[in-house]
Protein backbone atom coordinates (compact mmCIF):
# COMPACT_ATOMS: atom_id res chain seq x y z
CA UNK A 1 0.00 0.00 0.00
CA UNK A 2 1.38 3.49 -1.05
CA UNK A 3 1.10 5.40 2.19
CA UNK A 4 2.29 2.90 4.83
CA UNK A 5 4.05 4.88 7.85
CA UNK A 6 7.70 4.11 7.94
CA UNK A 7 8.97 2.17 10.50
CA UNK A 8 12.35 3.54 12.43
CA UNK A 9 14.83 0.95 14.35
CA UNK A 10 14.21 -2.35 14.64
CA UNK A 11 11.38 -3.95 12.48
CA UNK A 12 11.57 -7.86 14.21
CA UNK A 13 11.33 -6.25 17.63
CA UNK A 14 9.19 -2.95 17.08
CA UNK A 15 11.71 -1.24 19.51
CA UNK A 16 10.44 -2.95 22.07
CA UNK A 17 11.96 -4.31 25.28
CA UNK A 18 13.35 -8.25 24.67
CA UNK A 19 11.16 -9.83 27.78
CA UNK A 20 8.00 -8.15 26.77
CA UNK A 21 8.30 -9.03 22.96
CA UNK A 22 9.52 -12.18 23.84
CA UNK A 23 6.21 -12.50 26.25
CA UNK A 24 3.24 -10.63 23.56
CA UNK A 25 4.32 -13.95 21.05
CA UNK A 26 4.10 -16.16 23.37
CA UNK A 27 0.73 -15.08 25.21
CA UNK A 28 -2.26 -16.96 24.75
CA UNK A 29 -4.26 -13.85 23.79
CA UNK A 30 -2.08 -12.80 20.98
CA UNK A 31 -1.95 -15.87 19.49
CA UNK A 32 -6.68 -15.69 19.68
CA UNK A 33 -5.93 -12.34 17.84
CA UNK A 34 -4.63 -13.97 14.39
CA UNK A 35 -8.65 -14.29 13.69
CA UNK A 36 -8.95 -10.32 13.36
CA UNK A 37 -7.83 -9.46 9.79
CA UNK A 38 -8.85 -5.94 9.64
CA UNK A 39 -7.99 -2.52 11.06
CA UNK A 40 -11.30 -1.81 12.30
CA UNK A 41 -11.73 -5.38 13.56
CA UNK A 42 -8.64 -4.55 16.09
CA UNK A 43 -10.41 -1.21 16.99
CA UNK A 44 -13.44 -3.08 18.14
CA UNK A 45 -11.42 -5.15 19.90
CA UNK A 46 -9.88 -2.06 22.24
CA UNK A 47 -13.12 -0.99 23.00
CA UNK A 48 -14.62 -4.19 24.06
CA UNK A 49 -11.54 -5.21 25.76
CA UNK A 50 -8.26 -2.78 26.74
CA UNK A 51 -9.30 -1.16 30.69
CA UNK A 52 -5.69 0.14 31.22
CA UNK A 53 -2.89 1.40 29.23
CA UNK A 54 0.16 -0.36 31.38
CA UNK A 55 2.44 -2.69 29.39
CA UNK A 56 1.98 -5.75 32.08
CA UNK A 57 -1.43 -7.37 33.60
CA UNK A 58 -1.66 -6.36 36.85
CA UNK A 59 -2.66 -9.90 38.10
CA UNK A 60 0.08 -11.57 36.51
CA UNK A 61 3.43 -9.35 36.25
CA UNK A 62 4.81 -12.13 33.87
CA UNK A 63 1.54 -11.82 31.44
CA UNK A 64 1.44 -8.68 28.36
CA UNK A 65 -1.29 -6.81 28.91
CA UNK A 66 -4.09 -6.93 26.32
CA UNK A 67 -3.41 -3.33 24.87
CA UNK A 68 0.29 -4.23 24.58
CA UNK A 69 -0.75 -7.35 22.69
CA UNK A 70 -3.55 -5.07 20.32
CA UNK A 71 -0.64 -2.54 19.74
CA UNK A 72 1.60 -5.46 18.68
CA UNK A 73 -0.98 -6.58 16.43
CA UNK A 74 -1.05 -3.26 14.80
CA UNK A 75 2.76 -3.19 14.13
CA UNK A 76 2.13 -6.32 12.18
CA UNK A 77 -0.60 -4.41 10.73
CA UNK A 78 1.73 -1.63 9.67
CA UNK A 79 -0.80 1.01 9.46
CA UNK A 80 -1.33 3.82 6.65
CA UNK A 81 -1.14 7.03 7.81
CA UNK A 82 -5.29 7.68 6.94
CA UNK A 83 -5.77 4.40 9.53
CA UNK A 84 -2.98 6.64 12.21
CA UNK A 85 -5.26 10.02 11.83
CA UNK A 86 -8.28 7.48 12.29
CA UNK A 87 -6.60 6.45 15.54
CA UNK A 88 -5.56 9.74 17.30
CA UNK A 89 -8.76 11.61 16.31
CA UNK A 90 -11.48 8.56 17.51
CA UNK A 91 -14.24 10.11 18.84
CA UNK A 92 -15.40 7.01 21.02
CA UNK A 93 -12.61 5.60 23.16
CA UNK A 94 -9.28 7.39 24.76
CA UNK A 95 -7.89 4.00 24.78
CA UNK A 96 -7.54 3.79 21.21
CA UNK A 97 -6.10 7.42 20.94
CA UNK A 98 -3.08 6.43 23.20
CA UNK A 99 -2.40 3.29 21.64
CA UNK A 100 -2.52 5.21 18.57
CA UNK A 101 0.12 7.95 20.02
CA UNK A 102 2.25 4.57 21.57
CA UNK A 103 2.59 2.86 17.61
CA UNK A 104 3.98 6.28 16.75
CA UNK A 105 6.28 6.50 19.89
CA UNK A 106 7.85 3.31 19.23
CA UNK A 107 7.98 3.01 15.49
CA UNK A 108 7.90 7.01 14.01
CA UNK A 109 11.01 8.27 13.07
CA UNK A 110 12.55 11.18 15.92
CA UNK A 111 12.64 13.37 13.24
CA UNK A 112 8.28 13.49 12.17
CA UNK A 113 7.35 13.34 16.14
CA UNK A 114 6.73 16.67 16.91
CA UNK A 115 4.32 16.79 13.38
CA UNK A 116 2.06 13.79 15.38
CA UNK A 117 2.45 14.77 18.83
CA UNK A 118 2.05 18.84 18.27
CA UNK A 119 -1.15 19.49 17.81
CA UNK A 120 -1.96 17.42 20.57
CA UNK A 121 -0.21 18.64 23.41
CA UNK A 122 -2.88 20.58 24.87
CA UNK A 123 -5.24 18.98 24.90
CA UNK A 124 -7.50 18.95 28.27
CA UNK A 125 -9.65 15.64 27.95
CA UNK A 126 -9.10 13.43 31.03
CA UNK A 127 -7.35 9.90 30.34
CA UNK A 128 -6.69 7.23 33.11
CA UNK A 129 -3.86 5.09 32.16
CA UNK A 130 -4.06 2.58 35.00
CA UNK A 131 -7.96 2.20 34.19
CA UNK A 132 -10.62 3.17 36.33
CA UNK A 133 -9.41 3.20 39.56
CA UNK A 134 -6.51 4.69 39.16
CA UNK A 135 -5.55 9.09 38.87
CA UNK A 136 -6.52 10.48 35.76
CA UNK A 137 -4.77 13.22 33.72
CA UNK A 138 -5.02 15.45 30.90
CA UNK A 139 -4.72 13.95 28.05
CA UNK A 140 -1.87 16.41 26.63
CA UNK A 141 0.48 15.40 30.06
CA UNK A 142 -0.03 11.79 29.46
CA UNK A 143 1.09 12.86 25.70
CA UNK A 144 4.02 15.25 27.28
CA UNK A 145 5.09 12.03 29.23
CA UNK A 146 6.06 9.87 26.29
CA UNK A 147 8.36 12.57 24.89
CA UNK A 148 10.09 13.47 27.73
CA UNK A 149 10.43 10.20 29.96
CA UNK A 150 12.36 7.28 28.82
CA UNK A 151 10.36 5.24 30.96
CA UNK A 152 6.59 3.97 30.69
CA UNK A 153 5.56 2.43 33.70
CA UNK A 154 7.81 -0.44 34.28
CA UNK A 155 9.06 -0.69 30.21
CA UNK A 156 11.77 1.49 28.62
CA UNK A 157 10.83 3.73 25.46
CA UNK A 158 13.10 3.93 22.55
CA UNK A 159 15.61 6.76 23.01
CA UNK A 160 15.14 10.03 21.28
CA UNK A 161 18.25 11.29 19.89
CA UNK A 162 20.06 13.96 21.78
CA UNK A 163 19.30 16.95 18.84
CA UNK A 164 15.93 15.57 17.67
CA UNK A 165 15.08 16.01 22.22
CA UNK A 166 16.34 19.56 22.05
CA UNK A 167 14.51 20.89 19.79
CA UNK A 168 11.07 18.96 21.04
CA UNK A 169 11.83 20.83 24.67
CA UNK A 170 12.24 24.06 22.53
CA UNK A 171 8.78 23.56 21.03
CA UNK A 172 7.61 22.33 23.81
CA UNK A 173 8.39 25.89 25.70
CA UNK A 174 6.84 27.80 23.37
CA UNK A 175 3.18 25.80 24.52
CA UNK A 176 1.06 27.33 27.45
CA UNK A 177 1.58 23.75 29.07
CA UNK A 178 4.23 22.01 31.56
CA UNK A 179 4.92 18.89 32.78
CA UNK A 180 2.25 18.48 35.17
CA UNK A 181 -0.48 19.44 32.51
CA UNK A 182 -2.17 22.53 30.89
CA UNK A 183 -2.00 25.56 32.59
CA UNK A 184 -6.11 26.25 32.26
CA UNK A 185 -6.53 22.64 34.62
CA UNK A 186 -4.02 23.79 37.26
CA UNK A 187 -6.56 27.26 37.29
CA UNK A 188 -9.25 25.03 37.44
CA UNK A 189 -8.66 22.88 39.85
CA UNK A 190 -5.65 24.62 42.28
CA UNK A 191 -6.56 26.39 45.42
CA UNK A 192 -5.93 29.66 46.27
CA UNK A 193 -2.93 29.50 48.60
CA UNK A 194 0.14 31.84 49.10
CA UNK A 195 3.20 30.79 47.98
CA UNK A 196 5.07 29.21 50.71
CA UNK A 197 8.05 30.72 51.97
CA UNK A 198 11.27 29.38 52.61
CA UNK A 199 12.35 29.02 56.03
CA UNK A 200 14.60 31.79 57.17
CA UNK A 201 18.21 30.89 57.87
CA UNK A 202 18.05 31.11 62.06
CA UNK A 203 15.09 28.73 62.04
CA UNK A 204 16.66 26.28 59.49
CA UNK A 205 19.86 26.26 61.13
CA UNK A 206 20.19 24.94 64.39
CA UNK A 207 22.96 26.16 66.54
CA UNK A 208 25.15 22.50 68.38
CA UNK A 209 25.33 23.62 71.75
CA UNK A 210 21.38 24.12 71.83
CA UNK A 211 21.00 20.57 69.83
CA UNK A 212 23.13 19.08 72.83
CA UNK A 213 21.58 20.41 75.77
CA UNK A 214 18.24 18.72 74.37
CA UNK A 215 20.13 15.58 74.20
CA UNK A 216 21.22 15.85 77.69
CA UNK A 217 17.72 16.72 78.57
CA UNK A 218 16.38 13.48 76.93
CA UNK A 219 18.98 11.66 78.59
CA UNK A 220 17.98 13.03 82.28
CA UNK A 221 14.12 12.05 81.64
CA UNK A 222 12.80 8.65 83.37
CA UNK A 223 12.59 5.97 80.73
CA UNK A 224 9.56 4.98 79.30
CA UNK A 225 8.13 1.50 80.61
CA UNK A 226 9.21 -0.18 77.53
CA UNK A 227 13.01 0.28 77.99
CA UNK A 228 12.64 -0.12 81.61
CA UNK A 229 11.52 -3.81 80.63
CA UNK A 230 14.26 -4.18 78.04
CA UNK A 231 16.46 -2.82 80.84
CA UNK A 232 15.83 -5.82 83.11
CA UNK A 233 15.86 -8.17 80.06
CA UNK A 234 19.23 -7.05 78.74
CA UNK A 235 20.60 -7.24 82.47
CA UNK A 236 18.66 -10.67 82.99
CA UNK A 237 20.33 -11.97 79.98
CA UNK A 238 24.11 -10.67 81.07
CA UNK A 239 23.63 -12.27 84.68
CA UNK A 240 22.66 -15.23 82.99
CA UNK A 241 25.71 -15.56 80.90
CA UNK A 242 28.02 -14.61 84.32
CA UNK A 243 26.34 -17.29 85.92
CA UNK A 244 27.11 -19.82 83.16
CA UNK A 245 30.49 -18.74 82.76
CA UNK A 246 31.24 -19.26 86.48
CA UNK A 247 29.73 -23.17 86.15
CA UNK A 248 31.70 -23.62 83.71
CA UNK A 249 35.07 -22.73 84.89
CA UNK A 250 33.79 -24.43 88.10
CA UNK A 251 33.17 -27.74 86.64
CA UNK A 252 36.63 -27.90 84.47
CA UNK A 253 39.12 -26.56 87.15
CA UNK A 254 36.98 -29.64 89.90
CA UNK A 255 37.57 -32.67 86.52
CA UNK A 256 40.92 -33.70 86.73
CA UNK A 257 39.82 -36.40 84.65
CA UNK A 258 38.14 -34.34 82.00
CA UNK A 259 40.91 -32.35 81.77
CA UNK A 260 43.42 -35.69 81.07
CA UNK A 261 40.89 -36.65 78.47
CA UNK A 262 40.70 -33.41 76.65
CA UNK A 263 44.80 -33.61 76.69
CA UNK A 264 44.79 -37.05 75.15
CA UNK A 265 42.41 -35.69 72.98
CA UNK A 266 44.21 -33.12 71.85
CA UNK A 267 47.57 -35.50 71.61
CA UNK A 268 45.58 -37.87 69.66
CA UNK A 269 44.50 -35.26 66.93
CA UNK A 270 48.24 -34.02 66.35
CA UNK A 271 49.14 -37.74 65.78
CA UNK A 272 46.31 -38.14 63.49
CA UNK A 273 46.95 -35.20 61.42
CA UNK A 274 50.05 -33.30 61.59
CA UNK A 275 50.51 -29.96 60.19
CA UNK A 276 52.80 -30.01 57.19
CA UNK A 277 55.79 -28.22 59.62
CA UNK A 278 55.86 -31.34 62.04
CA UNK A 279 55.76 -33.02 59.24
CA UNK A 280 58.84 -31.48 57.61
CA UNK A 281 60.50 -31.03 61.45
CA UNK A 282 60.32 -34.99 61.96
CA UNK A 283 61.77 -35.51 58.65
CA UNK A 284 65.16 -33.39 59.67
CA UNK A 285 65.13 -35.17 62.80
CA UNK A 286 65.44 -37.95 61.24
CA UNK A 287 67.90 -37.40 58.45
CA UNK A 288 69.66 -35.68 61.52
CA UNK A 289 69.79 -38.67 63.88
CA UNK A 290 71.17 -40.85 60.52
CA UNK A 291 73.51 -38.27 59.90
CA UNK A 292 75.38 -38.43 63.34
CA UNK A 293 75.04 -41.98 64.01
CA UNK A 294 78.67 -43.57 63.72
CA UNK A 295 79.11 -46.61 62.22
CA UNK A 296 79.66 -49.57 64.26
CA UNK A 297 83.04 -51.30 64.59
CA UNK A 298 82.47 -54.38 63.27
CA UNK A 299 81.56 -52.53 59.48
CA UNK A 300 85.03 -50.75 60.33
CA UNK A 301 87.14 -53.78 60.21
CA UNK A 302 85.85 -55.12 56.60
CA UNK A 303 87.88 -53.75 53.98
CA UNK A 304 86.58 -53.53 50.52
CA UNK A 305 88.33 -56.29 49.04
CA UNK A 306 86.25 -59.08 51.75
CA UNK A 307 83.34 -57.33 51.17
CA UNK A 308 83.50 -57.44 47.28
CA UNK A 309 84.48 -61.45 47.91
CA UNK A 310 81.62 -62.16 49.93
CA UNK A 311 79.20 -60.51 47.61
CA UNK A 312 80.14 -62.61 45.10
CA UNK A 313 78.45 -66.13 45.26
CA UNK A 314 80.63 -68.60 46.96
CA UNK A 315 82.02 -71.72 44.97
CA UNK A 316 81.34 -75.33 45.97
CA UNK A 317 83.17 -77.34 47.74
CA UNK A 318 85.30 -79.98 45.42
CA UNK A 319 85.57 -83.48 47.52
CA UNK A 320 88.85 -85.14 46.16
CA UNK A 321 87.94 -88.93 47.17
CA UNK A 322 84.83 -88.40 45.63
CA UNK A 323 86.70 -87.08 42.05
CA UNK A 324 89.31 -90.37 42.66
CA UNK A 325 86.84 -92.72 43.53
CA UNK A 326 85.38 -91.56 39.99
CA UNK A 327 88.29 -91.06 37.65
CA UNK A 328 90.30 -93.57 39.36
CA UNK A 329 93.60 -93.57 41.22
CA UNK A 330 95.45 -94.45 38.51
CA UNK A 331 98.82 -91.96 37.11
CA UNK A 332 99.04 -91.01 34.12
CA UNK A 333 101.93 -93.16 33.34
CA UNK A 334 99.86 -96.34 33.15
CA UNK A 335 97.01 -94.69 31.13
CA UNK A 336 96.52 -94.72 27.51
CA UNK A 337 96.39 -91.47 25.46
CA UNK A 338 92.31 -90.63 25.74
CA UNK A 339 92.62 -91.39 29.91
CA UNK A 340 95.78 -89.21 30.29
CA UNK A 341 93.89 -86.78 28.65
CA UNK A 342 90.77 -86.90 30.72
CA UNK A 343 93.28 -87.07 34.29
CA UNK A 344 95.27 -83.54 32.49
CA UNK A 345 91.71 -82.55 32.00
CA UNK A 346 90.75 -83.06 35.56
CA UNK A 347 94.05 -82.49 37.17
CA UNK A 348 93.83 -78.43 35.62
CA UNK A 349 90.46 -78.04 36.61
CA UNK A 350 90.81 -79.23 40.38
CA UNK A 351 94.05 -76.60 40.41
CA UNK A 352 91.86 -73.79 38.76
CA UNK A 353 89.03 -74.45 41.79
CA UNK A 354 91.55 -74.33 44.20
CA UNK A 355 93.08 -70.82 43.18
CA UNK A 356 89.86 -69.82 43.01
CA UNK A 357 88.75 -70.30 46.61
CA UNK A 358 92.14 -69.27 47.77
Given at each position: MANKLPMWGNESTFNLESILHNNILSCHYFKDLYRLKTYHEVIH???????????????NPKTPSTAFCLLYKFFTLKLTEKQMVGL???????????????????????????SWFGDYLEEDSEISPRGNKGPTMTFGSFLLGLLND??????????????????????????NVNKGGSKAENKGTSRNRSPRRSPSPRRRSRSPPR??????????????????????????RRDDRRRDDRYNRRSRSRSP????????????????????????DEREGKRRRNESRSPSPRKKEESPEKKQVQSEPA??????????????????????????????????????RKKDLN
Open positions: EIIAEVKTLEPWASKIDHAESQFVRAIGFLYLRYTCPPSDIWIKYFDTTLPRIPVPVQRELDQHISKLRDDRRDDRRRRSPSPYDRRDDRRRDDQRRDDRREDRRNDRRRSPSPYDRRMPRVDMSLLKSMYGAHTSANLNDDDRSMSSGYEKETIR
